[in-house]
């Protein structure tokens, strides 16, 4: 008796293994093709293992372009730094823990840290909220495109930067704190980083970056605390700049031993 199956054309040894199915029970037997009875002409076979091996061929290439395909950094970095000056203010402004003030910038005995750490206060809920919405704007672009460690390097030396030009040139009595050197360090880098020799992107910049300035000279505030009054510290905002610019300039200089150590040259390939 012969086996009764539902058989492909079989170009190559690949596909010698008879395919079972369950409804062939259900079928009428004059539907059922024996075995022997199938015949397949030559220039058949050949142009199905033609397909067969440029369809093998297609999926290989395919595969490897996959895995060749640059993936994405994930930012994470600057969550942590968001989360980092919201916990410090609520420890500050909501728990009132005293401790928290030594952290404050104080011109008059500064002490070394407080370069640092006066970037992550606030004065006040629109003093935070206004310059963590930039913080994140910009630093996610300084992430994305430089990865975790530049973006920190980039936030505390553009803050710390900002913080040491302030206390050089304002009163002794004054109250630094803020992230706004940051964010406009920030600011700089993710344009510089991002910015060619190409006249389009120099128009861009021309056109959009006088309406950002604007909006972030209105929003983030690096608060100096004067006497009794909150001033907007200007100094700390182009200093931040500044500095973010030089960040940019110092390491473009750094030499590379091969484009493969590069990753500029490795994303322009």
Known sequence: MAQQLLLLPAPSRTFLKPIPFPF????????????????????????????????????????????????SRRANGIFWILLLNFGIYVADHLFQIQQIKSLYLYHAFPTWFQFVTSTFCHANWNHLSSNLFFVYIFGKLVEEEEGNFALWMSYILTGAGANLISWLVLPTSSVSLGASGSVFGLFTISVLVKMSWDWRKILEVLILGQFVVDRVMEAARATTITGQSFQVNNIAHVSGALIGAALVFLVSRIPFSSNDDNPKATKRE
Do not use: C, W
């Open 24 to 71: 062939l029970s259900s079928l009428p037997r004059r539907h059922l093709v024996p075995v022997s009875a199938v015949r397949v002409a030559p220039a058949v076979r050949r142009g199905l293992l033609r397909y067969a091996t440029k369809r093998s061929g297609l999926v290989e290439e395919l595969e490897i372009a996959k895995d060749k395909q640059p993936r």
